[in-house]
């Protein structure tokens, strides 16, 4: 009797040996798996950071991957053409003389410190340029616009000079910059004063002449 339960004492040291050897190999087994990185969806490689035989912990960059599949536009944006950008028509991202299809999926109501701009993420719709190019992104908008080689600065203030009553009538465009067009939301009631607009000044009698081809 003394032997058998010696037996079973040895017996039942074994098991717990073999449960906690186990218990190891288990462990083992799930770090290797961790070994063996699986991307979240598919994808090309444009980088690698991490080295054959390198340490890593968890949460270290491995590799720069980019989906193919849904890719997006991002662009910066200054504020004043955000609404712009919402209402706009016909979205286009062009590259060279190439052009991609495009619509608007959202604004990041976080400004840029430095440069005062939004990012705006957009999708194409159709095909998509190579990852990584730059390019020009377009769109119609449904408001009026001015050229901005007509406009002219009086006082200070940019604006245009109309043609109304045989007189010369400065009108300003409180949001128009040097070199861009400029937005005109009211109906023109005169003709714009183009030939001679820099000399003009409010009020003044102007003539209209034959002009020379």
């Known amino acids: 009797k003394a032997a058998l339960e010696s037996k079973q004492a040895r017996v039942s040291q074994l098991s717990a040996q073999v449960s906690g050897q186990n218990a190891r190999v288990e462990e083992s087994r799930l770090r290797l798996e961790k070994t063996t990185i699986r991307a979240p969806f598919s994808g090309l490689i444009t980088q690698r950071s991490g080295q054959i035989g390198g340490?890593?912990?968890?949460?270290?960059?491995?590799?720069?991957?980019?989906?193919?599949d849904r890719m997006e536009l991002s662009a910066q944006i200054e504020l004043d053409r955000i609404v712009q950008l919402e209402q706009g028509r016909r979205m286009m991202f062009k590259v060279g003389n190439d052009h991609y299809p495009m619509t608007l999926r959202t604004v990041l109501p976080v400004a840029d410190s430095r440069t005062q701009t939004y990012e705006a993420r957009l999708v194409f719709t159709d095909t998509k340029p190579s990852p990584g190019v730059a390019g020009r992104l377009v769109w119609s908008d449904p408001?009026?616009?001015?050229?901005?080689?007509?406009?002219?600065?009086?006082?200070?203030?940019?604006?245009?000079?109309?043609?109304?009553?045989?007189?010369?009538?400065?009108?300003?465009?409180?949001?128009?910059?040097?070199?861009?067009?400029?937005?005109?939301?009211?109906?023109?009631?005169?003709?714009?004063?183009?030939?001679?607009?820099?000399?003009?000044?409010?009020?003044?009698?102007?003539?209209?002449?034959?002009?020379?081809?």
Do not use: C, H, M
């Open 55 to 68: 340490w890593v912990g968890p949460g270290t960059p491995l590799f720069r991957l980019v989906d193919l």
């Open 143 to 213: 408001d009026n616009y001015l050229p901005p080689w007509i406009l002219v600065r009086r006082n200070g203030q940019l604006g245009v000079f109309l043609f109304e009553e045989r007189k010369a009538g400065f009108y300003p465009l409180p949001d128009a910059r040097e070199g861009l067009p400029a937005r005109w939301l009211k109906p023109l009631s005169g003709q714009v004063i183009i030939a001679g607009r820099n000399a003009v000044n409010p009020g003044d009698l102007v003539t209209v002449v034959a002009g020379k081809e």
